[in-house]
């Protein structure tokens, strides 16, 4: 399976602190160490030696030992800071919260324990996982919590993955967390159909007095079991937009990439597809092909207008 562009970052940034740390150390070492061939290692430092920070002259790049280089020898000599790179407190609790949930779910290593206490004292406060947490702002949220309570419909502003601004009315009926993302369940009047709205595109909300009239439908929410089976040849540039779908597979195909997923909904991954229309070479099946070429001519359409 292809390398994915997440991979190789972490193995690029995981090479200088390795050198920051060991010294100058060989190709077949460095390549023994990370999982990769010498030749890879090579790629690695060249790219590396042309990274750095905003200006590029320089003295603001990564540098490393020219002759070391020759002798395919890793020699560091301006790590530019990479090595002492250290967690914000945002990026501190969001690992502490994943190393929780895995703890509790019990399939957990043991030296996850050790982990979680060496983060907690090295954070000033203690961190309180909120299991709940949605990232919705709370002038978005907590009416919709309002309105559930009390059976009420709202009005809400949305913007879809299109940028297109809309007002509608809606019936809420659940507030769902997915992956750490909150969506809103709901029946929406103008499009007289459940609808599942991300609370982070919704701007703003305001509970009516009218209640709520329709109940939660079957069709309602989000379905785990994959309608279809997808298959797409892209360009390499364009590989980054499908990375982070689950069960992903990437094989090399001469400039291009072909993935291979299962996919629920086929509007969700056509708007995926749509942000790299001018890397896509193949799309199947017609089920996905169908709908990017509605969600395309939306755009082409709001242009016009």
Same mark, same amino acid.
């Given at each position: 399976m292809a390398e994915t562009s997440r991979d190789r970052l972490v193995r690029l940034l995981g090479i200088v602190t390795y050198l920051d740390h060991?010294?100058?150390?060989?190709?077949?070492?460095?390549?023994?160490?990370?999982?990769?061939?010498?030749?890879?290692?090579?790629? *690695?430092?060249?790219?590396?030696?042309?990274?750095?920070?905003?200006?590029?002259?320089?003295?603001?790049?990564?540098?490393?030992?020219?002759?070391?280089?020759?002798?395919?020898?890793?020699? #560091?000599?301006?790590?530019q800071g990479v090595a002492q790179v250290r967690l914000s407190?945002?990026?501190?609790?969001?690992?502490?919260?994943?190393?929780?949930?895995?703890? %509790?779910?019990?399939?957990?290593?043991?030296v996850v324990?050790?982990?979680? *206490?060496?983060? @907690?004292?090295?954070? %000033?406060?203690?961190?309180?996982?909120?299991? &709940?947490?949605?990232?919705? *702002?709370?002038?978005?949220?907590?009416?919709?919590?309002?309105?559930?309570?009390?059976?009420? @419909?709202?009005?809400?502003?949305?913007?879809?993955? #299109?940028? @297109?601004?809309?007002? @509608? &009315?809606?019936?809420?009926?659940r507030l769902?967390?997915? *992956?750490?993302?909150?969506?809103?369940e709901c029946f929406c009047r103008r499009a007289d159909d459940y609808r599942t709205l991300r609370l982070d595109r919704i701007e703003a909300v305001e509970v009516l007095d009218a209640a709520v009239s329709t109940p939660p439908g079957d069709s309602a929410g989000f379905s785990l079991t994959p309608a279809f089976r997808a298959t797409v040849r892209l360009g390499r540039a364009g590989r980054w937009a499908?990375?982070?779908?689950?069960?992903?597979?990437v094989e090399d195909a001469e400039d291009d990439v072909i993935a291979t997923f299962d996919a629920a909904d086929a509007e969700w991954v056509a708007g995926r597809l749509l942000a790299v229309a001018p890397q896509l070479r193949s799309v199947e099946p017609a089920q996905l092909r169908g709908a990017l070429h509605r969600q395309a001519q939306a755009v082409l359409d709001a242009h016009r207008a």
């Amino acid at each position: 399976m292809a390398e994915t562009s997440r991979d190789r970052l972490v193995r690029l940034l995981g090479i200088v602190t390795y050198l920051d740390h060991h010294g100058s150390t060989p190709f077949a070492e460095l390549a023994e160490h990370f999982g990769v061939a010498p030749a890879q290692v090579r790629k *690695d430092i060249s790219t590396l030696w042309t990274s750095g920070l905003p200006g590029y002259m320089h003295g603001d790049l990564i540098d490393f030992d020219a002759d070391a280089f020759d002798r395919d020898v890793a020699a #560091l000599l301006d790590g530019q800071g990479v090595a002492q790179v250290r967690l914000s407190s945002r990026e501190a609790v969001a690992l502490v919260a994943s190393l929780s949930t895995l703890a %509790a779910s019990g399939v957990a290593p043991e030296v996850v324990d050790a982990v979680l *206490d060496k983060l @907690r004292e090295a954070l %000033a406060e203690p961190v309180i996982v909120l299991a &709940e947490g949605d990232g919705a *702002d709370a002038g978005v949220s907590e009416p919709l919590m309002e309105a559930l309570r009390r059976y009420r @419909r709202v009005e809400l502003t949305y913007v879809d993955a #299109l940028d @297109r601004r809309t007002t @509608r &009315e809606v019936d809420p009926h659940r507030l769902v967390v997915i *992956d750490g993302v909150g969506y809103l369940e709901c029946f929406c009047r103008r499009a007289d159909d459940y609808r599942t709205l991300r609370l982070d595109r919704i701007e703003a909300v305001e509970v009516l007095d009218a209640a709520v009239s329709t109940p939660p439908g079957d069709s309602a929410g989000f379905s785990l079991t994959p309608a279809f089976r997808a298959t797409v040849r892209l360009g390499r540039a364009g590989r980054w937009a499908l990375e982070d779908i689950p069960g992903l597979t990437v094989e090399d195909a001469e400039d291009d990439v072909i993935a291979t997923f299962d996919a629920a909904d086929a509007e969700w991954v056509a708007g995926r597809l749509l942000a790299v229309a001018p890397q896509l070479r193949s799309v199947e099946p017609a089920q996905l092909r169908g709908a990017l070429h509605r969600q395309a001519q939306a755009v082409l359409d709001a242009h016009r207008a």
